[in-house]
């Protein structure tokens, strides 16, 4: 039985090994016919939770076509799976890349000895685990919600089975496949968006560790009345800077990799999130609906808000992690180093003017900014929709 | 009887806006001289005093507004009251649960550097920026008592009455309200006699109070956006000294014999290094390197050309060198009182922009009522400019930073470090890089402060207001 996947920031280990039991992420140290044997058990699982579903309910959109009250309902469904689906997608196919750039990080993490460093990595862990809290906790109560709620369906989602669901043993068949598709969507969307999340901000780490170490760059070296440091001294200094530039080279590398990987998952991602939150502010504003059904549409407006914020944020911190290298190389006492030294300084300085960004589809990059475009483009949408139902 | 606190650094230079916070009932119990536990229970009870009475009053005006949500009218004019002095509550548990962070800003700056050659220019931009920042209390205080006289008057005229929508003919009848500065519910009757005198004197000093609440926290937050920007004029103007110091000659006429002349002294020319580019050897006599110098003052013209190749002695090199430490630690103090003011005031004015949009949406709305020259016109036209003021009062400090915190790499090109040594011409370029960025304030990252802010709510209102008076 193979060993806990096990990683420096608790978010991670979390995911990856819950994600790693339903067969969607590989683990390193299994054998070749374990990885064939997961693999199809991955797709397995794949097929049942997103293809299947997807199927029912394109049939029974077919069926109940024209009644736009349960079309928005299913397609609202409809459509979150789609961005799950995306992203689950885009982990299994990518998952040995991932899982390299994700081992690669835990080592230097936890080769760092700097207590400095230590308190940086324990506070990124603090934070990504807050996340986790806060989102979990929010997803646990939309699938309350749904169980609890009533619903339009026989049972929880509106679907059109292949076979006669209404009788035995059709109906324990469809009632466990819903009951599956509720929960595990649910948290398979969790667990990948904090994936997402703490692998950014593991990159975010590697650039703030890069930051000190170009802070303390003279540390014990001593400041001598002629503020210009010795010929022996700039040797040190010139084998920490080497040290720090390859850090430095490795950690955007990295940032670089992970954007591509999961770049157009985001882009699904957003499409999806705009949609839905513009459709479910629609029927919060618009249609009279019972108190349970309001809590659920409440449920997804926010906690799809939640989702795009909680990406953009960390792109954000992305972005001001790696614009801080060039703010940490001029905080040290560069005006004591000799000139060749200085310009090396000049050019990681320069460097650190682009930064690291996280994006979607390669050209919405993903901060502040963009998080409040899509709130107002979401906002505009519901106002040109409710002028519409008018 | 009060003895004189012993204070440093910033909280010298405010301390009249510290005391003014303090008689306005903030949490602020640090900078007293008199620490004892007695004065400091009877300033927390002064403090609270005030608190309990403004979130009493507040919370009046919110069950006034709660009675009165089916007219429409007298909601969006009641909501907007309730937002306007939503800022002066929100600041003032703002500034209780973060008063932390605004004592660690306040100290950022207790100790600082110095340099023999700068002292008189740092002292110079230091009373510059005290002098602003006195006016800026001055007239911040001035505006804070004149709404309030000008509130209070205003009362006084026009009919004090409420507009009621009849159910059954569906026009607005008036009801009789109290002729008071502000609408609120009491548990006495307040049409008349001590009911009134009471009620009247507890609004004066609720609209006193909670607009000097607000503004003086904005007061505190630009104070110390002047003083940064001042710093940064400061190391704008010894950068032209600076380079001076370390300038080689600029009238440099080399005698063209000597030049071409192989040195008798050394017999192998000496071929540059290629890593080091010493040319000690190259250049060997007085006459190599000119003689004269504009009129810079007797240190620079002598050049004994011992040991540097731009014809400075060790002494001055060190003092140059000691120059620019002076002016890179300086300049990174700056930046990091900056850092310390975005971290403690961004989140409150992120709550300052998101009640104020509320606010201006709704005056748009209101300003499209307005149909003639009245005391609803007043009163309209009175909440727009004090809003806009507010926010145009800390937009045009955070613009001023940017534009000041940006023009230090102009200010460095511009001086002469073309005659200045290698070392000044690698320095220029450092700082060239690093203020490329300019040191913006934000809100909680969301929006940074500058005119462009104050430009886009502008723009916003006006829209709104427009939009509005079509559909009409």
């Avoid at chain 2, 660690?104 to 002292?119: D, I, Y």
Wanted: charged residues 15%.
């Amino acid at each position: 039985m193979p060993s806990l996947i096990k990683n420096r920031i608790f978010g991670l280990t979390l995911t990856l090994n819950t994600l790693s039991w339903a067969g969607l992420i590989l683990r390193d140290d299994y054998t070749k016919t374990q990885r064939i044997i997961m693999k199809v058990y991955g797709g397995l699982v794949f097929l049942y939770l997103f293809v299947f579903t997807a199927y029912v309910q394109i049939a029974d959109l077919v069926v109940i076509w024209g009644n736009i009250d349960f079309m928005t309902e299913t397609s609202l469904i409809l459509f979150m799976q789609l961005a799950v689906s995306a992203k689950v997608l885009t982990l299994m196919l990518k998952s040995k890349k991932i899982m390299e750039v994700t081992n690669e990080a835990d080592a230097i993490l936890n080769s760092e000895k700097k207590v400095e460093g230590q308190r940086i990595i324990a506070s990124i862990d603090k934070n990504t685990t807050l996340f986790l809290k806060y989102y979990g906790f929010f997803v646990a109560f939309t699938i309350i919600c749904w169980f609890m709620g009533e619903n339009t369906s026989t049972f929880f989602i509106r679907s059109k089975y292949p076979f006669n669901e209404l009788k035995s043993p059709g109906r324990e068949f469809a009632f466990v496949h819903q009951c599956i598709v509720v929960i595990f969507t649910g948290s398979f969307d969790f667990n990948v968006d904090i994936i997402i999340i703490s692998l950014v901000a593991v990159c975010r780490c590697r650039l703030k560790l890069v930051a000190l170490s170009l802070r303390n760059l003279c540390l014990d070296i001593p400041m001598n009345k002629r503020n210009l440091i010795t010929s022996d001294e700039e040797k040190v200094i010139t084998e920490r800077l080497r040290n720090i530039i390859s850090q430095h080279k490795r950690a955007l590398d990295a940032a670089e990799a992970i954007k591509h990987y999961l770049s157009g998952a985001l882009l699904v991602q957003l499409m999806v999130s705009i949609v839905v939150i513009c459709t479910t502010a629609y029927q919060l504003a618009v249609k009279k609906s019972t108190t349970m059904q309001s809590l659920t549409m409440a449920g997804y407006l926010f906690g799809t808000s939640l989702e795009v914020f909680l990406f953009c944020y960390q792109g954000e911190f992305l972005r001001e992690s790696s614009e801080e290298i060039a703010d940490a190389a001029y905080e040290c006492p560069w005006y004591t180093l000799t000139r060749p030294l200085k310009k090396t300084l000049l050019i990681i300085m320069t460097r650190a003017q682009r930064p690291a960004t996280l994006t979607a589809g390669g050209f919405v990059t993903l901060d502040i900014t963009e998080y409040m475009a899509i709130m107002k483009a979401s906002y505009s949408f519901f106002t040109v929709l409710q002028q519409v139902s008018e | 009887m009060m003895t004189k606190v012993k204070t440093q650094g910033l909280v010298t230079d405010l301390m009249p806006c510290i005391r003014l916070l303090q008689a306005a009932g903030h949490f602020l119990f640090n900078y007293h001289a008199d620490t004892s536990g007695m004065n400091m229970l009877l300033r927390k009870i002064y403090s609270s005093a005030h608190a309990v009475l403004i979130v009493v009053h507040y919370i009046c005006m919110g069950i006034n507004m709660a009675q009165y949500k089916d007219e429409v009218n007298e909601l969006t004019a009641n909501t907007i009251t309730v937002l306007f002095f939503a800022h002066s509550i929100i600041k003032l548990a703002f500034f209780a649960f973060n008063s932390k962070s605004f004592y660690r800003t306040l100290a950022v700056w207790n100790q600082s550097n110095s340099h023999p050659l700068f002292t008189e220019s740092d002292a110079r931009y230091h009373q510059i920026s005290l002098s602003k920042m006195r006016r800026l209390l001055y007239f911040i205080c001035g505006m804070t008592v004149f709404s309030v006289i000008s509130w209070v008057t205003l009362t006084f005229f026009g009919e004090s009455v409420r507009m009621i929508a009849s159910k059954e003919t569906n026009e607005t009848l008036t009801e009789p309200a109290p002729r008071l500065p502000l609408k609120a519910w009491y548990p006495f009757k307040t049409m008349s006699g001590g009911g009134y005198v009471f009620a009247f004197i507890y609004q004066i000093y609720f609209l006193l109070f909670s607009m000097a609440l607000a503004n003086l926290l904005d007061v505190i937050f630009c104070s110390w956006l002047i003083f940064a920007c001042e710093q940064l004029q400061h190391l704008k103007a010894i950068m032209k000294p600076l380079m001076e110091l370390s300038a080689a000659l600029d009238t440099y006429r080399p005698n063209t014999a000597e030049l071409f002349r192989v040195s008798s002294t050394d017999k192998t020319e000496k071929v540059p290094d290629a890593v080091d580019m010493d040319i000690r050897g190259i250049y060997s006599t007085q006459q190599d390197f000119g003689m004269t110098l504009r009129g810079a003052g007797g240190k620079l013209q002598n050049f004994n050309a011992e040991n540097n190749p731009n014809g400075l002695t060790a002494k001055q090199e060190m003092l140059a060198r000691s120059a620019i430490k002076y002016w890179v630690e300086r300049h990174k103090h700056v930046v990091r009182l900056v850092a310390s003011i975005g971290d403690t005031y961004g989140t409150a004015l992120l709550f300052h922009m998101l009640v104020s949009t509320i606010t201006l949406t709704l005056l748009a709305y209101q300003a499209t009522k307005i149909n003639g020259i009245n005391v609803y016109a007043f009163s309209t036209i009175g909440y727009l400019v004090y809003t806009l003021g507010q926010v145009f009062h800390f937009c045009i400090f955070g613009n001023r930073l940017i534009e000041e915190s940006s023009s230090v790499m102009e200010a460095a090109y511009s001086c002469q470090w073309y005659d200045g040594s290698e070392e000044a011409k690698t320095f220029v370029q450092i700082v060239c890089q690093q203020c490329q960025k300019a040191m913006t304030i934000s809100g909680a990252k969301f929006f940074n402060v500058s005119l462009d802010l104050f430009a886009s709510v502008l723009g916003a209102v006006v829209t709104y207001f427009m939009v509005l008076i079509q559909l009409k």
